[in-house]
């Protein structure tokens, strides 16, 4: 079978992206990392009234010059004294609403008290510590618009305006299946020629990691019928299932000829590493099947399941910039080569090396760690100088 381009199997995969999943109802202190599914308008403005923004004496900003009688104090959480007169003053601290005819509050270090007497040292400016009505938001206006993910400040936001309950995108699911005689789990005894099971959990925790529902659904041998099973049971249950092994052109090899049943998208891509990757339909639902090196299945879990996730909550989980090199690095493969390194932030620039990585197979599954950026290398057999901008995966 000819494997396709990197390039073409991204444009396969974007013609045939999910549309966004339904919203649900959640409690606020439960829509951290989830998608806004609604326009969040204000209903009225912030702050509704002038308010000092330290403490201080409101005043009349013409009035600086004169004998300013105190008439008394606004604590916050009070408006007692709700205006002023020509030459006088109240005593307003941080939070406080302004009196009317007050425009401007003078602090409490640029003033002399003398009983009731109010002798200000130091000028300032008209409209000095005061927040206009509206300065934070103002009625009507779309403060947090919907497909925002939700983070600490959107919180902070939503419950100053008492919202308590929100609409957000419902997660995709994601089931994760091992599949291979030669994996066993992490308590089970292995004997020679077993490895112990990594992707299930590596890709279990990575598809969590970015916000998703993700089930580890554990290890099945290389028994055809019982693979079929449990990707059928898992399919009633998921928006995407993902295998790991199975895909290749091996006598054992059945992953490939159970997900060939469904709506195959492609199967094998020009890339190093996961050449052997399989993307398929289900109805409204995807199978992808990784192949089983460890580094392969973690690699194209990010090239080809997180864009099929992100689609169903119209989200972007990963960035692709340009990058210097710092250091010389010569490219041994004809693929489209996707390759872990150190990432660095320096002088006002991106900058990557492969410092520490082990250079090697797709079952080196250390390079990641500490890691969060790949380097893609266009096809061809080529030599890379230091200062060289190449293309970077950041997750």
Do not use: C
Not at 295 to 311: E, K, M, N
């Amino acid at each position: 079978m000819a494997h396709i381009s990197f390039e073409k199997s991204i444009k396969i995969l974007n013609d045939n992206l999910p549309k966004v999943k339904d919203s649900e109802r959640v409690f606020l202190e439960n829509a951290l990392n989830r998608v806004l599914a609604e326009d969040i308008v204000a209903k009225y403005n912030n702050p509704y009234k002038e308010t000092a923004s330290m403490d201080g004496y409101a005043v009349r900003f013409v009035d600086q010059e004169k004998e300013i009688k105190i008439i008394g104090k606004n604590p916050a959480g009070t408006f007692e004294y709700t205006k002023i007169n020509e030459n006088e003053a109240v005593k307003t601290y941080t939070g406080s609403f302004m009196p009317d005819n007050a425009d401007t509050l003078v602090p409490i270090e640029n003033v002399d008290v003398q009983g009731d007497k109010l002798i200000i040292k130091e000028k300032v400016s008209k409209g000095y510590a005061v927040r206009s009505i509206g300065e934070d938001f103002k009625k009507d206006e779309v403060i947090i618009k919907k497909g925002t993910i939700i983070k600490a400040g959107e919180i902070g936001v939503l419950a100053s305006l008492g919202i308590s309950v929100i609409s957000v995108v419902k997660k995709p699911i994601i089931s994760v299946l091992a599949t291979g005689e030669e994996v066993v789990d992490l308590d089970t005894e292995f004997k020679m020629g077993q490895i112990r099971s990594s992707n299930n959990y590596t890709l279990t925790a990575l598809g969590r990691y970015f916000g998703f529902e993700t089930h580890n659904l554990g290890i099945v041998g290389d028994n055809k019928e019982k693979i079929k099973s449990k990707i059928i049971s898992a399919l009633s249950n998921s928006d995407i299932v993902v295998t790991t092994g199975g895909v290749s052109v091996g006598d054992f090899d059945f992953v490939k000829e159970i997900t060939s049943e469904f709506d195959v998208l492609f199967h094998g891509v020009n890339i190093k590493p996961g050449q052997w990757v399989m993307v398929a339909k289900a109805g409204e639902k995807y199978i992808v099947s990784l192949p089983g090196f460890p580094y392969s299945s973690f690699v194209t879990f990010l090239l080809y399941v997180l864009p099929i996730a992100d689609a169903f909550e119209n989200k972007k989980s990963i960035k692709f910039i340009t990058a210097k090199l710092k250091e010389n690095f010569v490219k041994k493969f004809k693929k489209t080569q996707f390759v872990a390194v150190n990432f660095y932030f320096e002088n006002g620039e991106y900058y990557v090396d492969t410092k520490g990585k082990k250079q090697g197979s797709s079952g080196i599954l250390t390079n990641l760690i500490n890691n969060n950026a790949l380097m893609m290398l266009d096809e061809g057999l080529y030599t890379l100088n230091k200062n060289d901008e190449v293309k970077v995966i950041l997750y």
